[in-house]
Each structure stands twice: as C-alpha cells, then as structure tokens.
C-alpha cells in the first residue's frame, strides 16, 4: 500500500513551465512503476507519462513527447514531470499513480487500469 500525493499544480501562460511533483509514502519507490494522467471533467482519465520502476525506461504520450519529462528519486520517493512549452490544452487535474507491476509495454504502461494507486490529483491551467 502507497500514498501518494500531488504538488506543482498552478496557473501558468503558454509557453511557460512547470514541474509536478508526486510525493510517496513509501521508503521503498523502487519497487513501484509510476505514471501521470491527466482527466478533465466529464472526460476519461488519459495518460501522460510513466516510468520504470528503475528508471531506464520511460513512455510519453504524443502530444507531451518533447515537451514533458518524467523522473524519479527514489531515494526521496519522488516522482516528478517537469512540463515546458504548456498549452492552453494541456489545462486540467494531473494525477500520479503507481503500480507494482512491471510495465513491460507502452500499452501496458497508458492504461490506468494498471494502477492501483492514485493522488488527489493537482490542477494545471495554461491561459492563451
């Protein structure tokens, strides 16, 4: 069982940046997968990013591919996404979540039914 919980959230204009951080109660990160997703309201739950659980792999949706980064300090259970070049689109709730399987796809890394974990998730608004 893991914790976790959301911060970064803010208001920024396009083009700026922000970095989301997910802090896990867990002293031991490394043996979860990690993602973030995205759902606005009365829209499904979509995926953003995930990682590894050893850090070496990492999955991104198309439309945060050069733009988003996801990582990871085990060592201080944190997951972060540091999110640059934002777009008025990119406006919504952002959720870490975490899982103790292995993602061993991008398929399997997207699908939120994959994790059992989730935050409370942390708001994102990007004016024009």
């Known amino acids: 069982q893991v914790t976790l919980t959301e911060s970064g959230g803010g208001s920024v204009q396009a083009g700026g940046s922000l970095i989301l951080t997910c802090a896990a109660s867990?002293?031991?990160?490394?043996?979860?997968?990690m993602g973030w997703f995205r759902q606005a309201p009365g829209k499904e739950r979509e995926f953003v990013a995930a990682?590894?659980?050893?850090?070496?792999?990492?999955w991104y949706d198309d439309s945060v591919k050069d733009r988003f980064t996801i990582s990871r300090d085990d060592a201080n259970s944190m997951m972060y996404l540091q999110m640059n070049d934002l777009r008025p689109a990119d406006t919504t709730v952002y959720y870490c979540?975490?899982?103790?399987?292995?993602?061993?796809?991008?398929?399997?890394?997207?699908?939120?039914?994959?994790?059992?974990?989730w935050g409370q998730g942390t708001q994102v608004t990007v004016s024009s």
């Open positions: 867990t002293r031991t990160l490394s043996i979860y997968a």
């Open positions: 990682i590894s659980r050893t850090g070496g792999s990492a």
């Open positions: 979540a975490a899982t103790s399987d292995i993602l061993r796809s991008a398929v399997v890394a997207s699908g939120p039914g994959g994790y059992p974990y």
